[in-house]
């Protein structure tokens, strides 16, 4: 590995880590932190990383509503450490339920440094306000309660030193999380998405220039019925999607939006 990556790779992981000591003082709730044994080791059995630490990040902001939730609580937990096959790692994973359970729903994003292939991965989220949508009677259409929602925004670089060139993938996911029939579950769709690519420096001192840059973007906020509302993508990438229009979409159809998918 090169100089100028293993330092960008360290400086990247010491960032997401300060960030996530802060956050973890910050945005969390106060809950009897042995409520995250079981769904911590349901995280480390599937990320393949028996000694890793898991502790809460972050987790959506509560609203007076969440009382009539089976789910009030949304916290993210991260894990981190030695996986089985020896790759320094971490992950965050998305917990759903309240101050007496909470059920592990899925992964949400991964970091680690692939000596192997120099692939590097690394991801930042970021938890907003609980809504809380429900049909006070004779409706049309199908309300799911309190909805968590969060972006995570996860990036893939990979160094080519026969061309001294740097490939870089970003996505950022929105991701909403709710119950459905009591049971709860998340849903990711892509919202943004980059890919560059650009120099590797030589020296402290060099500039880092662009050689390629494409991407996509759109909007998104949630309506009072119930809806996602996704803007029309914007940008040369926008082909990566199967539904490029705007479009509305009921919270509860998101198991058959074609650019939604489940968290596991």
Request: glycine letters at 8%.
């Amino acid at each position: 590995m090169s100089v100028a990556r293993l330092l960008s790779a360290l400086s990247l992981s010491l960032t997401g880590s300060v960030l996530g000591l802060a956050q973890a003082r910050a945005d969390v709730p106060v809950i009897d932190e042995s409520i995250l044994t079981g769904p911590c080791g349901e995280a480390r059995v599937l990320d393949n990383c028996p000694a890793c630490t898991c502790g809460m990040l972050t987790s959506t902001s509560s609203i007076q509503a969440q009382e009539a939730s089976t789910i009030p609580l949304g916290i993210v937990v991260k894990l981190e450490g030695k996986r089985s096959d020896g790759v320094d790692y971490a992950a965050i994973h998305m917990l759903l339920g309240d101050d007496k359970k909470l059920k592990h729903v899925g992964r949400l994003a991964e970091s680690y440094l692939d000596d192997g292939s120099d692939t590097f991965k690394q991801f930042d989220v970021t938890a907003f306000t609980q809504e809380f949508h429900m049909c006070p009677g004779m409706c049309d259409w199908n309300p799911v309660g309190l909805i968590h929602p969060l972006e995570v925004k996860i990036t893939e670089s990979k160094q080519d030193m026969t061309t001294f060139e740097e490939s870089r993938a970003e996505q950022t996911l929105l991701v909403l999380c709710y119950a459905m029939a009591d049971r709860p579950i998340c849903y990711a769709t892509p919202i943004a998405g980059e890919a560059k690519v650009q120099t590797i420096p030589g020296a402290p001192n060099d500039k880092v220039k662009v050689r390629s840059r494409d991407g996509f973007k759109r909007s998104w906020k949630l309506g009072f019925k119930g809806e996602l509302k996704l803007g029309a993508v914007a940008g040369k990438l926008a082909k990566m999607l199967k539904q490029p229009k705007a479009v509305s979409v009921q919270v509860s159809d998101l198991p058959n939006f074609p650019d939604a998918e489940q968290l596991r």
